[in-house]
């Protein structure tokens, strides 16, 4: 296992740079399982930092956060003949985003306008590199590709804007 931890390690981190393809991640459960469980650590702890939101509230959202993404992917390769790409394609999506996360994070902690501005290319390098795994995932356009890495962000973060919207809701009240 820890031979396909360094491997995909070492993909994951050139799929960030665009020299290569989420084909040549290696196929194994036991690091998606990993990548997926640390990606829910992160996303825990940033959800812990916002206000009247329970330990409950942030797992139910993490955890709506990966299925979601999950299964909208994989109904988009089934509907495009290619569910077999699934699970080299979502373990790129969740791997880039997390070392991006890992890379950028401490730059969002700054209380400056460095701040904005890393959270800023933390999106778009998300987006960029997404859409490029798309891309090779699916044999669309680059640009197509971005465009439904924004889309499938969107529809995956539903239970986290709609818990917003309630917080905001009470807070008018």
Known sequence: MFQNLYKTGYVLSKLCTFSRSPEELPYSYGVMGFIATVMLSAKLYVLSKLPNLTIADSLQISLSYLLLLGLSL??????????????????????????????????????SSAQVIAGMMHNIWV????????????????????????????????????????FAQLADK
Do not use: C
């Open 127 to 166: 987006f960029g590199v997404g859409g490029y795994i798309i891309h090779k995932g699916l044999g669309v356009r680059v640009f197509s590709g971005v465009l439904l890495v924004f889309v499938l962000e969107l529809f995956a973060n539903i239970p986290l804007t709609m818990h917003l919207i309630d």
């Open 74 to 111: 994989y109904f988009i390769l089934k509907f495009q003949n290619k569910a077999e790409r699934w699970h080299k394609v979502f373990m790129g999506l969740l791997g880039t985003q997390l070392l991006l996360f890992l890379v950028f994070y401490p730059f969002v902690l700054l209380q």
